[in-house]
């Protein structure tokens, strides 16, 4: 038996228009967010980290904030995908129907649910 009823907040869905300016850089969540359900969130944080790491080296060396562009894309285009995995998968969640409808047909064919997360999210 349930002894409360479900509770939750948001949406916390946001996006930042500047990842960086000249004391601080956004990685991560801070950079942006949308939901946990697909659990991509500290994949995107990694990848950004990554990126923020050779970007940074660069700007260190004297590159100025001009490196911190091509952490910027990568970030971003990074983000892209995670949004649209993201959205996809809210979508679905918020339709019954739809869910168990989906649910059904990747438990018959598991090989199809391996395909949309590579089309999605990319290979891992």
């Known amino acids: 038996p349930v002894d409360s009823a479900a509770r939750g907040s948001g949406p916390l869905e946001r996006a930042s ?5 000249d004391r601080f850089v956004l990685v991560g969540d801070a950079a942006g967010y949308i939901d946990a359900i ?3 969130g500290i994949s995107l944080a990694l990848v950004s980290a990554a990126a923020l790491s050779i970007a940074l080296d660069a700007a ?3 590159g100025g904030a001009a490196p911190l562009a091509g952490y910027e894309r990568v970030f971003r285009r990074a983000f ?7 959205r996809a998968v809210l979508f679905i969640a918020r339709r019954p129907r739809l869910r168990d409808g989906v649910l059904s047909a990747l438990a018959l064919a598991p ?3 391996r395909h949309a997360v590579g089309a ?3 290979p891992r």
């Open 120 to 122: 999605v999210l990319g």
């Open 80 to 86: 892209l995908r995670y949004a649209v995995a993201t």
């Open 111 to 113: 090989g199809l649910f």
């Open 38 to 40: 697909t659990g991509e």
């Open 17 to 21: 228009a500047r990842l960086h300016d």
């Open 60 to 62: 260190l060396r004297g």
